[in-house]
């Protein structure tokens, strides 16, 4: 039997177990409370740093706001500054465009005379379509004509009609055809004011201008009535308005009727007078008169034309065309005084020799394509910048059957045959074109640039 000590010796609860309970529960205790403090700190840490974030964030939005506001308004400035000078620039540009269009640059190409000899009929002519055509003459030289802003010639032949037949002996008579081939080859004005003027009569004269309107080339200097021979020429070129007049020495002692005097300009003090005050009431910025004078084949002015020359300019002739010689005359550029002090410039060309004839004399067969670069500054003022010239020479290849005739470009031409593109010339035809520019540059003179 079991005694009652050892029984509650048994049953005596084990203090050193409870220890380690208790032990355990209050480190487990411990422990928790650490772990509510971490977190309370914790929580109170990220609280803190959401909160200094988001003010972080509101100051770095608030600093690209004023970062954005400052580009903006940055922006803002440099539009209107560039604004500013697009308008200013604009403003410029329509200043220097107003300027510009206040000045005004032409190029005047002027041409000698043009005849139409039987030999150039003949050789224009095709007999299958019994039809003429000139235009293969000008091949070599039309780009200088058409390239001008105006074209002038002397035409020294009339259109009076196929009924008079062609010819050259006493007479001159041209296929119509011509003319329209002219007016292909760029020439805007033809003066007719010369000795063959009235070869057939007022009734030659008629058909001339007739075929002349035809052709659509302006003309001058032979008239149907009183009233078109006081009707002034005035061309605009570009804003350039340029009065053109025409006169001749006489008609070859063929008698003009007393009812028809106006039907041909003749070198006349008081008619020159005249229509030189006309021209100048309408205030043209240029007049430009073509004079058939001289003596035939003299390379210098006689003295009638001199005085002429002094005549016309002391009378508001700023441009001065001679023809009639058959061979080139001298140039020169003038600076003339007008009645208020002023200064303008004055341009002649004694002589232009012949543009298109088929004669033998020295110097007849070569001649010069002048061009003359006039300029209309701001203030309505005209000057004569330059004269420069193509010489030029009328070939006749005689080894061909048909299309003979040719003027050439002598410069251009002499160029290529020294580069090896002979073509249809010989050593004989080189030297002679290589004679004929000398000659040319001597008598002309250089160029005024």
């Given at each position: 039997?079991?005694s ?7 049953f005596?609860?084990?203090y ?5 309970l208790?032990?355990i529960?209050r480190?487990?205790q411990?422990?928790?409370a650490?772990?509510l403090?971490?977190?309370?700190f914790?929580s ?7 909160s ?5 964030a509101d ?10 506001n ?5 922006n803002?400035?440099n539009?209107?500054i560039?604004?500013?000078s ?9 200043n220097?465009q107003k ?6 640059s032409?190029n005047?190409t002027l041409?000698g ?6 030999t ?10 019994d ?17 001008a802003d105006?074209?002038i ?5 009339t259109?009076?009609?196929s ?8 007479k001159f ?8 081939n002219?007016k292909k ?8 004011a010369?000795?063959h003027?009235f070869d057939?009569?007022?009734?030659g004269?008629?058909?001339t201008?007739?075929?002349?309107d ?5 003309h ?18 570009k ?7 025409s ?9 003009i009727?007393s009812d028809?005097s ?5 070198i006349?003090k008081?008619?020159?007078q ?9 205030s ?6 073509s004079?058939?004078w001289?003596?035939?084949?003299k390379t ?11 005549f ?15 061979v ?7 600076e003339?005084s ?15 020799g ?10 007849s ?5 002048l061009?003359l ?7 309505g003022?005209?000057?004569?910048n330059?004269?420069?010239?193509t010489p030029i020479?009328?070939?006749k290849n005689?080894?061909k ?9 002598l410069?251009n031409?002499i ?5 090896g593109y ?10 002679t074109?290589?004679?004929e ?6 008598i002309?003179?250089d160029?005024?640039?």
């Open positions: 039997m079991v009652l000590q050892n029984r509650r010796h048994r005596k609860p084990s050193n177990n409870m220890d380690t208790t032990i529960k480190v487990l411990i422990l928790i650490i772990l403090i971490v977190f309370i914790s109170i840490r990220m609280k803190k740093s959401f200094n974030q988001k003010l972080l100051n770095i939005h608030n600093i690209e706001s004023n970062e954005d400052q580009i903006n308004t940055s803002e400035n539009i209107d560039d604004i500013d697009n308008i200013a620039s604009e403003n410029s540009q329509s220097e300027n510009e269009s206040k000045s005004t032409i005047m041409l005379d043009i005849m139409c000899p039987t150039i009929c003949k050789d224009a002519y095709n007999s299958d379509s039809t003429y055509d000139f235009s293969y003459i000008f091949d070599d030289i039309k780009y200088n004509i058409q390239t105006i074209s010639g002397n035409l020294e032949t259109f009076a009609g009924s008079n037949g062609y010819s050259n002996s006493t008579n041209a296929p119509e055809r011509l003319a329209t002219l080859l760029g020439i805007d004005v033809l003066t007719t010369n000795n003027s057939y009569g007022y009734s004269i008629e058909s201008i007739n075929y002349l035809e052709a659509d080339i302006a001058t200097g032979t008239f149907k009535s009183e009233e078109e021979q006081n009707k002034i020429l005035i061309q605009n070129v804003g350039i308005n340029i009065a053109i007049l006169y001749a020495y006489g008609t070859n002692k063929n008698t009727p028809k106006y039907s041909v300009n003749l006349d008081d008619l020159i005249k229509q030189l005050s006309i021209a100048k009431s309408q043209p910025d240029l007049i430009c008169v004079m058939h001289g003596t035939e084949y210098e002015p006689n003295n009638e034309q001199t005085e002429l020359v002094d016309l300019f002391d009378n508001g002739a700023d441009i001065i065309i001679g023809n009639h010689p058959q080139l005359q001298p140039m020169e550029k003038r003339l007008l009645p208020d002090g002023t200064k303008k410039d004055g341009f002649v060309v004694y002589s232009l012949n543009f298109l004839a088929d004669q033998n004399k020295p110097n067969r070569s001649s010069a394509i061009n670069n006039i300029t209309k500054n701001e203030n003022k005209t000057n004569i330059t004269a420069k010239y020479y009328t070939f005689t080894t059957n048909a299309n003979q005739f040719r003027i050439l470009n410069k031409l160029s290529a045959y020294d580069a002979t073509e249809d010339y010989t050593p004989a035809n080189y030297a074109f290589k004679n520019l000398t000659n040319i540059q001597n002309l003179g160029e005024i640039k």
